[in-house]
């Protein structure tokens, strides 16, 4: 396995097209193992990840992240350890770490000497991590739904509904301290490609009430008017620089200008 993902680097052009596959091909094989643990009996895929495998977001991301949808026994430390097993017999020179200890249960999985193989980096000793995070008290009302995709591996996976997922991200948008470039280059990516997309208004609502939300909740007339404000206050430079390392296509980052975004969220 790891001769393959290596490969599949040889044939690309640039060091950062090189880092970007070596990255989402380890995240789609710790997705299979966890496919053939039977994790997506009791856990959702979610996040920016979860937008990029299933929907071929045009950005890259980071981390690995799902939520607990149903009761289960699974042990995480196990889990982790397992993949790591795994990980292993396909290779792979890989540490882990994890901690259940927390209502966001987290691991990190640090790849060593797979960056300077795949012709990324001149060290050997520089690093390529995942990081996976499983929330274990999710907010309510998300609607789930299987997908079957294929991206390097075919995976069988279970994950929210498209409008739960964009109450996810607006919930992300609205409630964050610091608002983050890739969360308002998702909103206008939502926004440009599913025109009459409506939040699953519940789950918007619930993530919100969870994370200690104070103004009155948003609903199905109002909720743009509570992401047009966020827009309208963000440091734009900042959030334009953030994005430079994860787009696939610069030329997105002026497409979803703060501008277009707003246009895109005044269409009824």
Known sequence: ?????????SQQDTVR???NLVREYLQAYILKIFMDEGFFRSAAFVGGTALRFLYSLPRYSEDLVFSFVYPSRLNFIALIQKTKEELLRSG??????????KTVNNAWAKFKGLLYEAGVSPLRSENLSVK???????PQGAVLKNEVVTKFLPLSILSYDLPSL???KLGAVLSRKYTKGRDLFDLGWYLSKWRDIVPNIALLRNSLTQTGWTDTLPDENNWRDFVCKVVKRVNWNKIEQELNNFVERKSDIQTFSRDNILALLSRQ
């Open 1 to 9: 396995m790891k001769d393959y993902v290596l490969e599949l680097a």
């Open 17 to 19: 097209e090189k880092f």
């Open 92 to 101: 792979y020179t890989v540490e882990v770490s994890a901690n259940d200890e």
């Open 132 to 138: 996976i995070e499983i929330d274990t008290n999710p």
């Open 166 to 168: 964009f109450s996810g």
